[in-house]
């Protein structure tokens, strides 16, 4: 019996971490890997938004929405992404223009440049007033 306890949870110390119960190393782990939030600053053309922008590691994710003031017909910058939380080359990737998110819309780029800029490029003729994305990338060192 006790050979199965040792080969099932191991024989490595914890008494370090958490106060060395397994619910407290458990918890100390979950919170050192916790997220933190990337700081940004917005365009002149953005009327409202709903992005977070989250690092995990130097892993960054982008999700959420941008409503502008009037409809993008050409590229558009967003918002600029605080240093250190830049990608290492650009990211490029499909976002959705749209007025609701549950609506069909137009396919667009949407482009993160290594000077942190986050830009949406629309089809020509777009209509669309709103810009829905999701993305990661590795940030640089």
Do not use: W
């Amino acid at each position: 019996m006790r050979l199965q306890c040792y080969k099932m949870l191991g024989t490595t110390n914890i008494s370090s971490i958490g106060g060395g119960t397994v619910t407290g190393a458990i918890s100390t782990l979950n919170s050192n890997m916790a997220l933190s939030v990337v700081p940004f600053t917005y365009a002149s053309g953005v009327a409202s938004q709903f992005l977070f922008i989250r690092k995990s590691g130097s892993v960054v994710t982008v999700n959420g929405y941008v409503r502008f003031n009037s409809a993008p017909t050409a590229t558009t910058e967003i918002g600029t992404i605080a240093a250190g939380n830049r990608p290492i080359d650009s990211v490029r990737t499909n976002a959705v223009m749209a007025e609701q998110a549950y609506f069909a819309g137009e396919n667009a780029y949407f482009t993160i440049g290594d000077d942190g800029m986050m830009r949406v490029t629309p089809n020509a003729g777009n209509t669309y007033t709103a810009m829905y994305v999701s993305c990661s990338y590795h940030a640089q060192k």
